[in-house]
Antibody, heavy 121, light 113 residues
Framework: EVQLVESGGNLVQPGGSLRLSCAAS????????MSWVRQAPGKGLEWVSAICGDDGSTYYADSVRGRFTISRDNSKNTLYLQLNSLSAEDTAVYFC??????????????WGQGTLVTVSS | DIVMTQSPESLAVSLGERATINCKST????????????LAWYQQKPGQPPKLLIYWASTRESGVPDRFSGSGSGTDFTLTISSLQAEDVAVYYC?????????FGPGTKVDIK
């Protein structure tokens, strides 16, 4: 059974940093694209970043490029998102999602329950 | 960036009736080399993560009831629920994965009339 469990969400001050983790199990983690999608309170879904399973390429939304870094540790079956220079606009539930294939250009067929990041002083 | 729009913002349908949600992209998401539309539909119920319903615009994900169907090509797409059930109350999102950023539509809320 595929499982994705996010952790690392917390209350952080503006300008602060946080690292989110997503522990994956139930599939061959290294061969699949993985992504982060966020949802601000009461709002819609916003794609944040993806890392491909085939070549390790990374992609970012304009709103986070240069501040967020996606990475993966295939030996630990874990996906990460490093969040820097946080602002109130980054407050959201962050979901980890598994791609349906190795390429990033695919739908997300499994999702974690999400971890809440709150940016406030 | 490819901008996704959805209509209507919300709709209320009687149990057993058809629900239709439209999704448009500002540029084609049809990849000519494989003739696939890089478009997915998701369902999100309150307090839950999204669930993949449809990918490649019209391929139903395993385990998804056949009352859900996707159609369209290029820039115009439709998600149809042929006979609305109580458990289908949710927000539905389309997403293009043709070009980064892989943008979502704003969502359509479906309720029971």
């Amino acid at each position: 059974e595929v499982q994705l469990v996010e952790s690392g969400g917390n209350l952080v001050q503006p300008g602060g940093s946080l690292r989110l983790s997503c522990a994956a199990s139930g599939f061959t983690f290294s061969t699949y694209a993985m992504s982060w999608v966020r949802q601000a309170p009461g709002k819609g879904l916003e794609w944040v970043s993806a890392i491909c399973g085939d070549d390790g390429s990374t992609y970012y939304a304009d709103s986070v490029r240069g501040r967020f870094t996606i990475s993966r540790d295939n030996s630990k079956n874990t996906l990460y998102l490093q969040l820097n220079s946080l602002s109130a606009e980054d407050t959201a539930v962050y979901f980890c999602a598994k791609g349906s294939g190795g390429r990033c250009h695919s739908g997300a067929d499994y999702w974690g329950q999400g971890t809440l990041v709150t940016v406030s002083s | 960036d490819i901008v996704m729009t959805q209509s209507p913002e919300s709709l209320a349908v009687s149990l057993g009736e058809r629900a239709t949600i439209n999704c448009k992209s500002t540029q084609s998401v049809l990849y000519s080399s494989n003739n696939k539309n890089y478009l997915a539909w998701y369902q999100q119920k309150p307090g839950q993560p999204p669930k993949l319903l449809i990918y490649w615009a019209s391929t139903r994900e395993s385990g998804v009831p056949d009352r859900f169907s996707g159609s369209g090509s290029g820039t115009d797409f439709t998600l149809t629920i042929s006979s609305l059930q109580a458990e289908d109350v949710a927000v539905y999102y389309c997403q293009q994965y043709y070009g980064t950023p892989f943008t979502f539509g704003p969502g359509t809320k479906v309720d029971i009339k």
